[in-house]
């Protein structure tokens, strides 16, 4: 078997935990733990709530992989004044001592803010064209995620967030978040029935869902998992986009329901609950121990381009 061959089928960073001897904590139990919500799917993935996982185990699980996890941001017109908080919070609470790449996409990269990183952390900015439609510029991310991991991530890095800039982080998000393909539950949905979901309901879009189809609605502000995993993500969903708008259709919440399309037909292997992307004007429900990643109170009028 050549070397090749052994990477390319069978090393992969989301198998083979190894843990490290002597590690101790506590005794984990298969009859007592959160009775309040519910952490797997019907397809057996799990969904990540505080409570349900050990990070210390979970961090030095992770540590000997040496694994890196890479971020995409955008950050187009006054959205750059959501930088800022984004990158110092991310420094305080996002995968801290490993090694993560932030990539922002902007039309201002002179106003790109320094944030001082820990050791093995960088940013990178790339310039992007500004757009007079605000759903344009949410919507062609996928675009954008899907040609920075062909021409520049390849064998560089392993993992891949995308996430909203409008937003800061407050609580860990860490190795517990680590999966093939991640989605994270939206926290304006999921007491709710399916058939009240905010997904595309038209059938000539090809991110329609029927009424009685959909497990979550999942966010289009926070998603990520292994390269391969996003890059056909991030590929299906904008050829459905753009082909959507040959004929002519945007669907009802551009990417996010075009992503919620392709999570319904392509399971997510691990699910993050809404600790991973609260809204800061939405006030904490009991189920909520912790809020990791929340997005900031704004005025759409004042920032968007129309
Ligand atoms: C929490 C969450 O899941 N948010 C989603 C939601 O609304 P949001 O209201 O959170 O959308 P938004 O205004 O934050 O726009 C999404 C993102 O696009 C970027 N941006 C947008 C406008 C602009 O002028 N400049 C700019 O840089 C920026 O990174 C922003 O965070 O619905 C959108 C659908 O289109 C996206 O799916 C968002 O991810
Ligand atoms: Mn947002």
Not at 127 to 139: F, G, L, Y
Request: with cysteine.
């Amino acid at each position: 078997m050549t070397e090749r061959f052994v990477s390319e089928h069978f090393k992969s960073p989301d198998s083979h935990l190894v843990a490290t001897d002597g590690l101790q904590y506590q005794q984990p139990s298969i009859t007592h733990g959160r009775t309040d919500i519910v952490s797997l799917t019907p397809w057996l993935a799990p969904i990540v709530w505080e409570g349900t996982f050990n990070p210390v185990l979970l961090d030095s699980v992770y540590q000997k992989k040496n694994i890196s996890i890479a971020v995409t941001v955008f950050a187009v017109g006054k959205y750059i004044m959501f930088m800022k908080d984004f990158l110092e919070t991310a420094e305080q609470h996002f995968f801290v001592g490993f090694r993560v790449h932030v990539h922002v996409f902007t039309d201002r990269p002179n106003e790109v803010p320094k944030v001082k990183m820990a050791d093995g952390r960088k940013l990178s900015v790339h310039s992007v064209p500004n757009s007079k439609r605000w759903q344009e510029i949410s919507a062609r991310r996928m675009e954008m995620i899907q040609k920075l991991i062909e021409e520049k991530l390849k064998g560089d890095m392993d993992y891949i967030f995308c996430l909203d800039v409008d937003s800061k982080f407050h609580g860990r998000w860490g190795t517990e978040s680590l999966g093939e393909l991640v989605a994270v539950i939206h926290p304006g949905y999921y007491r709710d029935h399916r058939s009240r979901f905010p997904y595309e309901r038209r059938s000539a879009s090809r991110a329609y869902m029927a009424p009685d189809e959909g497990d979550f609605y999942y966010c289009g502000g926070a998603f990520g998992g292994l390269l391969k995993e996003v890059h056909q993500l991030a590929q299906t969903c904008r050829k459905n986009f753009e082909d959507d708008a040959k004929e002519g259709i945007e669907a009802a919440w551009q990417e996010e329901s075009h992503l919620n399309r392709y999570m319904w037909i392509n399971k997510p292997s691990k699910v993050l609950s809404p600790e991973y992307l609260w809204q800061d004007f939405k006030p904490r429900n009991p189920e909520i121990l912790i809020i990791r990643f929340s997005g900031v109170v704004k005025n759409y009028n004042d920032i968007r381009p129309n």
